[in-house]
């Protein structure tokens, strides 16, 4: 089993910075990739940005040039810090840990971009 525990959330108004921390804790030998993922109210779940163990990074054509995702294995943590953020990103952030045959997500942290 793999715990998450996000955080770094909350109110940013429009052009604003944010930085979101996901500790991971268990059995994480199993783990390759982690992510960030986000969902808006009437929206489906969608990709942020993903990392993988050998810190290849994918993003999502809406976040690129703006957000930069890394982790620290030492510390077992992903982070993702958002740069230029838009009322458009607004929404839940989950932190996804993936290996072959697992997946975990943690329990989701707000994010507000409004004036």
């Known amino acids: 089993q793999v715990q998450l525990v996000e955080s770094g959330g909350g109110l940013v108004q429009p052009g604003g910075s944010l930085r979101l921390s996901c500790a991971a804790s268990?059995?994480?030998?199993?783990?390759?990739?982690m992510g960030w993922y986000r969902q808006a109210p009437g929206k489906q779940r969608e990709l942020v940005a993903t990392i993988t163990g050998s810190r290849g990074t994918n993003y999502a054509e809406s976040v690129k040039g703006r957000f930069t995702i890394s982790r620290d294995n030492a510390k077992n943590t992903v982070y993702l810090q958002m740069n230029s953020l838009k009322p458009e990103d607004t929404a839940v952030y989950y932190c996804?840990?993936?290996?072959?045959?697992?997946?975990?997500w943690g329990q989701g942290t707000q994010v507000t971009v409004s004036s």
């Open positions: 268990g059995t994480l030998f199993r783990i390759n990739t």
């Open positions: 996804n840990a993936w290996g072959i045959g697992h997946d975990y």
